[in-house]
């Protein structure tokens, strides 16, 4: 059983938008670092946005001012609205639960869902 499930992926026009989803348990949510990473054909995988337990947000520079990453603590869940998006946008997109415990970590990975931008 998936613990942390992507949704909202798709094709989309350059300039287009769209908002991902990453709904996860309760006992993961409310443990830990929710981020969205992607990754693009022949490159490495990045992280695109974080939100910490304290409500801080980061964004990569790619993507800074264009993409807002939030979350609805009543549904465990976290969202990613992309707005203008561009073809080098395209990517599977994964969702990623960070929880550490006493020293050890505990990695959580969606099983990512595809963001297309063309023409």
């Known amino acids: 059983q998936a613990q942390v499930v992507e949704s909202g992926g798709g094709l989309v026009q350059p300039g287009g938008s769209l908002r991902l989803s990453c709904s996860t348990s309760?006992?993961?949510?409310?443990?830990?670092?929710m981020s969205w990473y992607r990754r693009a054909p022949g490159k490495e995988r990045e992280l695109v946005a974080q939100?910490?337990?304290?409500?801080?947000?980061y964004y990569a520079d790619s993507v800074k001012g264009r993409f807002t990453m939030s979350e609805d603590n009543a549904k465990n869940t976290v969202y990613l609205q992309m707005n203008s998006l561009k073809p080098d946008d395209t990517a599977v997109y994964y969702c990623?639960?960070?929880?550490?415990?006493?020293?050890?970590?505990?990695?959580?990975w969606g099983q990512g869902t595809q963001v297309t931008v063309s023409s």
């Open positions: 309760a006992f993961i949510f409310s443990r830990s670092e």
């Open positions: 990623y639960a960070g929880r550490r415990q006493f020293g050890a970590k505990f990695d959580y």
């Open positions: 939100i910490s337990s304290g409500g801080g947000t």
